[in-house]
T-cell receptor, first 108, second 116 residues
């Protein structure tokens, strides 16, 4: 299973764009990359998923280079309510490996 | 409302006393999974189930059992709990997944277990 690494924490200010990168050097051909957001006392919540290149939805973008050994979650114009832990997840639909998570603090 | 429900939400118990954490989903999902979350380690997969009567080990299955007799329920069983199983547990479900068909998981709100 692919092991993932992420920065432990990041700080940002309201209105800024935040980019969080996850490394997954041993990603397998069948693996997808998924990002989740977690608030205290809650389960993780799905943000975005991709296999390669770029994916965009109403809340985020996901950039995946051609070699797929890393991925970057981009949050445009963050607000205070985006303060949470963000997890990168690599898996093939059965086995999943969560990264250690990045604690994002958005400051006013 | 579509949801994954875990019970209990909190439990304090003693070493060796068998316990079961229930998980139920109302979305008719085929895939269900259990994770434990520990500080500094993120979430680690314990067991998963691709469908009724189909279960398999995740990364950290030792000391746990599961069953999938019905599609909606996926209980986690600790036959003889030990203090190192003190953790926050999450159940998750998703529609059918498989090779090249990965679906996002819906998570419950967690069960905090303390084993003394």
């Amino acid at each position: 299973l692919a092991k993932t690494t992420q920065p432990i924490s990041m700080d940002s200010y309201e209105g800024q764009e935040v980019n969080i990168t996850c490394s997954h050097n041993n990603i397998a051909t069948n693996d997808y990359i998924t990002w989740y957001q977690q608030f205290p006392s809650q389960g993780p919540r799905f943000i975005i998923q991709g296999y390669k290149t770029k994916v965009t939805n109403e809340v985020a973008s996901l950039f995946i280079p051609a070699d797929r050994k890393s991925s970057t979650l981009s949050l445009p114009r963050v607000s205070l309510s985006d303060t949470a832990v963000y997890y990168c997840l690599v898996g093939d639909g059965q086995n999943f490996v969560f990264g250690p998570g990045t604690r994002l603090s958005v400051l006013p | 409302e579509a949801q994954v429900t875990q019970n209990p939400r909190y439990l304090i118990t003693v070493t060796g006393k068998k316990l079961t954490v229930t998980c139920s989903q109302n979305m008719n999902h085929e895939y269900m999974s259990w994770y434990r979350q520990d500080p500094g380690l993120g979430l680690r997969q314990i067991y998963y189930s691709m469908n009724v009567e189909v279960t398999d080990k995740g990364d950290v299955p030792e000391g746990y059992k599961v069953s999938r007799k019905e599609k909606r329920n996926f209980p986690l069983i600790l036959e003889s709990p030990s203090p190192n199983q003190t953790s926050l547990y999450f159940c998750a479900s998703s529609p059918r997944t498989g090779r090249y068909s990965n679906q996002p998981q819906h998570f419950g709100d967690g069960t905090r277990l303390s084993i003394l």
